[in-house]
């Protein structure tokens, strides 16, 4: 199987604090992962895009030092979101694509909760 | 105009019905196609993974392609109420080793499946 896992589930934190998610592939190499958000009833929505050992590729209209990626290694990638205001609340998705292949694992996601 | 346009539901049939599921897009430069299951507060998987036009078969589950048409859809035969989630298609123009491909999701139909 292709398993993505993400730490934490599910996190509630105060206005101005900083949040780190782990994206983890627990039994495959990943060159490739993506970080998306999802709002209540709605899609998912591309983020970045991050390569192990380079710089992330942000989406327009995502702040780069807002919500800071780093893609350590092959099966690691966090994202943190720094200074999390309220309007950050939503559902972080993490994906992850195997080495040599086409297709996207998903992470079961983090449920963030800013107050 | 959304790239993917993708009717949200709510979709309710009764168990053991023939399910159809749609997206229409845009973008002609798409060529790969994904559906995805999300169950609430889950991340997506992946069920159905096919390339330019045609149909794809994987147990209950059939995915068309009509790239003529800007159309694909997913059919889902003898319904199950563990069937009940939603529903998400994803599309890319294009897949690599090395690039950063994107996915283009709809923004999903939610579906249940009444015992």
């Known amino acids: 199987g292709a398993v993505v896992s993400q730490h934490p589930s599910r996190v509630i934190c105060k206005s101005g604090t900083s949040v780190k998610i782990e994206c983890r592939s627990l039994?495959?190499?990943?060159?490739?992962m993506f970080w998306y958000r999802q709002f209540p009833k709605q899609s998912l929505m591309l983020m970045a895009t991050?390569?192990?050992?380079?710089?992330?590729?942000?989406e327009q209209g995502v702040e780069k030092d807002k919500f800071l990626i780093n893609h350590a290694s092959l099966t690691l990638s966090t994202l943190t979101v720094t200074s999390a205001h309220p309007e950050d609340s939503s559902f972080y998705i993490c994906?992850?694509?195997?080495?040599?292949?086409?297709?996207?694992?998903f992470g079961p996601g983090t449920r963030l909760t800013v107050l | 105009q959304k790239e993917v346009e993708q009717d949200p539901g709510p979709l309710s049939v009764p168990e053991g019905a023939i399910v159809s599921l749609n997206c229409t897009y845009s973008n002609s430069a798409f060529q790969y196609f994904m559906w995805y299951r999300q169950y609430s507060r889950k991340g997506p998987e992946l069920l159905m993974y096919t390339y330019s036009s045609g149909n794809k078969e994987d147990g209950r589950f059939t995915a068309q392609v009509d790239k003529s048409s800007k159309y694909i859809s997913l059919f889902i035969r003898d319904s199950q109420p563990s069937d009940s989630a939603t529903y998400l298609c994803?599309?890319?123009?294009?897949?690599?080793?090395?690039?950063?491909?994107?996915?283009?999701f709809g923004t999903g139909t939610r579906l249940t499946i009444i015992p």
């Open positions: 991050s390569n192990e050992g380079s710089k992330a590729t942000y």
């Open positions: 994906s992850a694509r195997r080495a040599g292949t086409d297709t996207q694992y």
């Open positions: 039994d495959f190499q990943a060159t490739t």
């Open positions: 994803a599309m890319s123009s294009s897949l690599s080793n090395f690039g950063n491909e994107k996915l283009t």
